[in-house]
């Protein structure tokens, strides 16, 4: 009666100890191993008041001593490196180390009991089967290989889980775990791989912490007549532009060799994403920009090409249209100019361009200068502004004939807000000195113009009431006068 009692208080403690430290959000206790050991226990005793023999007694003394020996061993376990862990400067070993500790302890300590208590000759039993255990080694030489470079992998840490890793050019992914005898990865097409420890501890590993930003870079060959300045900053832009490069470490630019027909430049840049699927991604995407770019700056990627190629210009968007006949059908359909004369139209569509901007790139940046604008061909734009988080805030968005940027040109205010190409764009770019003649030569169009300007301002704004406008037609006049120089 006095073991039911003993082994329900006992089992009552471990389930009330498991409920705290559940409520305190601490390591619970090995609750089911020590009730099972309980259990056992109560069950030797009770089989002992049945025993016959001396060989039963010794062996029910056995089990009931080895049991609580591997339970005083879990318990030792939770007191000392489970339930301290909250505590920064009480030792943290790894879980493998634990293990071999534990079982170290357990193997000795069976050793022990069966040679005390049972009356068995281990040491002898031992001996007698190093036949077997030298075969059973030569079977298993790849698996203990695996199994003690695992726990060589566990001790050193060379790599975590979220870690990347390539291992020789052939497997990678994101460390999912790593146990004795394998590595789990995730590749980056969501596949689950299995490596054996020791494919990583004899092959070359590349390892990219998850915390981490990874370089690249990307190499393009430019004209040799292209001014290394402009091309670098070009470069800088296209980065500038990529949603999927960081902003810190902040990119570089510079010429990195020349060639017999081109020169090359290094553009360097950092993501989060070290795969190589996320560096083509990110290449790509460069690689799209700079061809807008470079088509706007009339510049070409060269190749080592002997023959003669005729072709016509990648910039046209009609093909039997001619550009100076593009700007003007677009200019009479401009909400600012299309009131002027047709000859005056005409001299500006003379210098006015026909632009193409691929999706996701930069026109405009509040805050910089302004002395050119823009009038929507094909395609749309977006009119944002980035807040204090760098959160785009959308604004608006332009489509066919909207114009961006006509207040930078005519009165010389910044700009006031972000403008990117939503899709692929066709523009019409005036600049400030191509209108420049027109007005020195004609003054008064400059009052039709500030006429046009503040209407259209105030029909864009809410609040622009008959008396704003009186009030602020003369300094806008005043401020167009002072661009132009009149």
Same mark, same amino acid.
């Given at each position: 009666?006095?073991?039911?009692?003993?082994?329900?208080?006992?089992? /009552?403690?471990?389930?009330? /100890? %498991?409920?705290?430290?559940s409520? +305190?959000?601490?390591?619970?206790?090995?609750?089911i191993?020590?009730?099972?050991?309980?259990?056992?226990?109560l069950s030797?005793?009770?089989a002992?008041?049945f025993?016959?023999?001396?060989?039963?007694?010794?062996w029910?003394?056995?089990?009931?001593?080895?049991?609580?020996?591997?339970?005083?061993i879990?318990?030792?376990?939770?007191?000392?490196?489970?339930?301290?862990?909250?505590?920064?400067?009480?030792?943290h @070993?790894?879980? #493998?180390a634990?293990?071999?500790?534990?079982l170290?302890?357990?193997?000795?300590?069976?050793?022990?009991?069966?040679?005390?208590?049972?009356k068995?000759?281990?040491?002898?039993?031992?001996?007698?089967?190093?036949?077997?255990?030298? #075969?059973?080694?030569?079977?298993?030489?790849?698996?203990?290989?695996d199994?003690?470079?695992?726990?060589?992998?566990?001790?050193?840490?060379?790599?975590?889980e979220?870690?990347y890793?390539?291992?020789?050019?052939?497997?990678?992914?994101?460390v999912?775990?790593?146990?004795?005898?394998?590595?789990?990865? +995730?590749?980056?097409?969501?596949?689950?791989?299995?490596?054996?420890?020791?494919?990583?501890?004899?092959?070359?590993?590349?390892?990219?912490?998850?915390?981490?930003?990874?370089?690249?870079?990307i190499?393009?060959?430019?004209?040799?007549?292209?001014?290394p300045?402009?091309?670098?900053?070009?470069l800088?832009?296209?980065a500038?532009? %990529?949603?999927t490069?960081?902003?810190?470490?902040?990119?570089?630019?510079?010429?990195?060799?020349?060639?017999?027909? %081109?020169?090359?430049y290094?553009l360097?840049?950092?993501?989060?994403?070290?795969?190589? /699927?996320?560096?083509?991604?990110?290449?790509?995407?460069?690689?799209?920009?700079?061809?807008?770019?470079?088509?706007?700056?009339?510049?070409?990627?060269?190749?080592?090409?002997?023959?003669?190629?005729?072709?016509?210009?990648?910039?046209?968007?009609?093909? +039997?249209?001619? @550009?100076?006949?593009k700007?003007?059908t677009?200019?009479m359909?401009?909400p600012i100019?299309?009131?002027?004369?047709?000859?005056?139209?005409?001299?500006?569509?003379?210098?006015s361009?026909?632009?193409r901007?691929?999706k996701?790139?930069?026109?405009?940046?509040?805050?910089?200068?302004?002395?050119?604008?823009y009038?929507?061909?094909e395609g749309?734009?977006?009119?944002?502004?980035?807040?204090?988080?760098?959160?785009? #805030?959308?604004?608006?968005?332009?489509?066919?004939?909207d114009?961006?940027?006509?207040?930078?040109?005519?009165?010389?205010?910044?700009?006031?807000?972000?403008?990117?190409?939503?899709?692929?764009?066709?523009?019409?770019?005036i600049e400030?000195?191509d209108?420049?003649p027109? #007005?020195?030569?004609? @003054?008064?169009?400059?009052?039709?113009?500030?006429?046009?300007?503040?209407?259209?301002?105030?029909?864009?704004?809410?609040?622009?009431?008959a008396?704003s406008?009186?009030?602020? +037609?003369?300094?806008?006049?005043?401020?167009m006068r002072?661009?132009?120089?009149?």
């Amino acid at each position: 009666m006095n073991s039911f009692f003993l082994a329900a208080a006992a089992v /009552t403690a471990v389930i009330t /100890t %498991s409920w705290v430290a559940s409520l +305190k959000r601490l390591s619970r206790p090995p609750s089911i191993f020590l009730i099972a050991t309980i259990l056992v226990w109560l069950s030797c005793e009770l089989a002992t008041n049945f025993t016959q023999t001396l060989w039963q007694e010794q062996w029910l003394s056995a089990v009931r001593l080895m049991m609580s020996t591997y339970a005083s061993i879990g318990l030792l376990t939770w007191l000392l490196l489970d339930l301290p862990k909250p505590l920064p400067w009480w030792p943290h @070993p790894p879980k #493998i180390a634990r293990d071999l500790l534990a079982l170290g302890l357990g193997s000795a300590s069976t050793v022990v009991i069966l040679q005390h208590e049972a009356k068995i000759n281990v040491v002898g039993l031992v001996a007698t089967s190093a036949i077997l255990t030298a #075969i059973l080694g030569l079977a298993a030489q790849e698996t203990l290989k695996d199994i003690f470079i695992g726990i060589m992998l566990r001790f050193d840490k060379p790599f975590e889980e979220g870690d990347y890793l390539e291992i020789n050019n052939d497997i990678n992914g994101w460390v999912l775990s790593s146990t004795l005898l394998s590595t789990r990865l +995730k590749h980056v097409h969501g596949a689950t791989i299995s490596i054996p420890n020791s494919t990583i501890w004899s092959e070359r590993v590349k390892i990219f912490r998850s915390d981490g930003p990874v370089a690249r870079e990307i190499h393009i060959r430019l004209s040799r007549q292209y001014p290394p300045n402009q091309a670098e900053e070009l470069l800088l832009n296209a980065a500038a532009n %990529s949603i999927t490069v960081l902003k810190e470490p902040k990119p570089e630019a510079f010429v990195y060799e020349y060639n017999e027909y %081109s020169v090359t430049y290094e553009l360097e840049v950092w993501q989060s994403d070290p795969s190589d /699927t996320g560096f083509d991604k990110l290449r790509g995407e460069i690689f799209g920009q700079l061809w807008y770019a470079l088509e706007r700056s009339d510049q070409k990627i060269p190749y080592p090409i002997s023959e003669i190629i005729l072709q016509k210009d990648s910039r046209a968007i009609f093909q +039997k249209e001619d @550009p100076q006949v593009k700007c003007l059908t677009a200019l009479m359909e401009n909400p600012i100019l299309k009131y002027l004369d047709y000859d005056v139209l005409s001299e500006i569509a003379e210098k006015s361009r026909i632009l193409r901007f691929g999706k996701g790139e930069v026109l405009i940046r509040e805050g910089e200068e302004g002395d050119r604008m823009y009038q929507v061909v094909e395609g749309h734009l977006a009119v944002y502004k980035v807040d204090q988080d760098t959160q785009e #805030i959308n604004i608006t968005t332009l489509k066919r004939n909207d114009i961006i940027g006509e207040m930078g040109v005519f009165s010389g205010k910044k700009r006031s807000a972000n403008v990117k190409a939503i899709d692929e764009c066709i523009l019409l770019e005036i600049e400030r000195e191509d209108i420049s003649p027109v #007005i020195h030569r004609e @003054p008064e169009i400059l009052e039709v113009l500030a006429k046009i300007i503040q209407e259209r301002q105030a029909s864009l704004n809410a609040a622009g009431a008959a008396t704003s406008k009186s009030a602020e +037609k003369p300094s806008l006049l005043a401020a167009m006068r002072r661009i132009f120089k009149l």
